[in-house]
């Protein structure tokens, strides 16, 4: 993969991102408060999945009806889907 291919897919991230108050409502649930944040936000955003190499960080989200999943799944899943 060429890096303008790369920086293309981000632009692309970026074009579809929206702003999100987080408001800090049942904090703390993970140990983690970095953690905290980011499912907060996948919170916000209804969002039914956090991509992260460290699933084992995010537990408990599924308690939240997000499912964390590393990026290789991920991508697997989206490859499937369509």
């Given at each position: 993969?060429?890096?303008?291919?790369?920086?293309?897919?981000?632009?692309?991230?970026?074009?579809?991102?929206?702003?999100?108050?987080?408001?800090?409502?049942?904090?703390?649930?993970?140990?983690?408060?970095?953690?905290?944040?980011?499912?907060?936000?996948?919170?916000?955003?209804g969002?039914?999945?956090?991509?992260?190499?460290?699933?084992?960080?995010f537990?408990?989200?599924?308690?939240?009806?997000?499912?964390?999943?590393?990026?290789?799944?991920?991508?697997?899943?989206?490859?499937?889907?369509?």
């Amino acid at each position: 993969m060429h890096p303008n291919d790369v920086f293309g897919y981000l632009r692309y991230l970026a074009a579809q991102a929206s702003l999100h108050d987080i408001h800090y409502l049942w904090r703390p649930f993970l140990n983690d408060p970095d953690d905290d944040m980011v499912l907060e936000l996948a919170v916000a955003a209804g969002c039914p999945y956090i991509v992260t190499h460290n699933i084992g960080d995010f537990r408990r989200t599924s308690e939240l009806g997000i499912t964390a999943i590393k990026p290789r799944d991920f991508l697997n899943l989206i490859r499937s889907s369509t």
